[in-house]
């Protein structure tokens, strides 16, 4: 049973434009929520977070949404650049309990 | 770098076989993670320790076993291996053991078993 889910396994952008990453979630007890980067041949790298009381967090060109009635979270990036081009990993927790990755999305950032 | 090291980068054995993969979290983490990533899966959690301590289990199979040392670092024991075993193994650690924690990743083992 997929808690998190990315149904999207791969998404191309024009450079300058923007990029929409999706997630959705089954379990209504998450509370908190990330978004990690992965280039090839790299581990995971921490992006943005979002806590569960909050809608919106926004760092530089990076910002998630939160709707919770809907269970769904997005991760908009503006303007895209070609050095985005990775997998997105959206992961949701439950206060002090583990931490559930989705699939991941690849996102293709074209110059 | 994260400042999480991982040894080996990576592994080739044969079914049937027991391996060891090493972690080293980062300087002042006490949480360390095991994660599994196969061919086009996300990252699925095996299991985590806090201080020494097992703190938390996904679905880790029988054959997988894991520890944390006194001096924070953990290894992950796979045995019996099978060909569906061949996957990215990551270790990530965290300074605390909420979710809301940060993890930081090493670059991860490839194993592949023959």
């Known amino acids: 049973d997929q808690q998190v889910k990315q149904n999207s396994p791969s998404l191309s952008v024009q450079e300058g434009r923007i990029s929409i990453l999706n997630c959705d979630y089954t379990?209504?007890?998450?509370?908190?929520f990330l978004w990690y980067k992965k280039y090839p041949a790299e581990g995971p790298t921490f992006l943005i977070s979002?806590?569960?009381?909050?809608d919106k967090n926004e760092d530089g060109r990076f910002t998630v949404f939160l709707n919770k009635s809907a269970k769904h979270l997005s991760l908009h990036i503006v303007p895209s650049q070609p050095g985005d081009s990775a997998v997105y990993f959206c992961?949701?927790?439950?206060?002090?309990?583990?931490?559930?990755f989705g699939p991941g999305t690849s996102l293709s950032v074209i110059p | 770098d994260s400042g999480v090291t991982q040894t080996p980068k990576h592994l080739i054995t044969a079914t049937g076989q027991r391996v060891t993969l090493r972690c080293s979290p980062r300087?002042?983490?006490?949480?360390v993670y095991w994660y599994q990533q196969s061919l086009d899966q996300g990252l699925q959690f095996l299991i985590q320790?806090?201080?020494?301590?097992?703190?938390a289990k996904g679905n880790i199979l029988e054959r997988f076993s894991a520890q944390q040392f006194p001096d924070l670092h953990s290894e992950l024991n796979l045995s019996s291996l099978e060909l569906g075993d061949s996957a990215l193994y990551f270790c990530?650690?965290?300074?605390?053991?909420?979710?809301?924690?940060?993890?930081?990743f090493g670059p991860g083992t490839r194993l592949t078993v023959l």
């Open positions: 990530a650690s965290s300074v605390g053991i909420a979710g809301d924690n940060e993890q930081f």
């Open positions: 379990n209504s007890m998450f509370d908190y």
């Open positions: 979002i806590s569960s009381i909050k």
């Open positions: 992961a949701a927790s439950a206060s002090y309990d583990k931490v559930i």
């Open positions: 300087s002042g983490d006490l949480s």
């Open positions: 320790y806090y201080n020494g301590e097992e703190r």
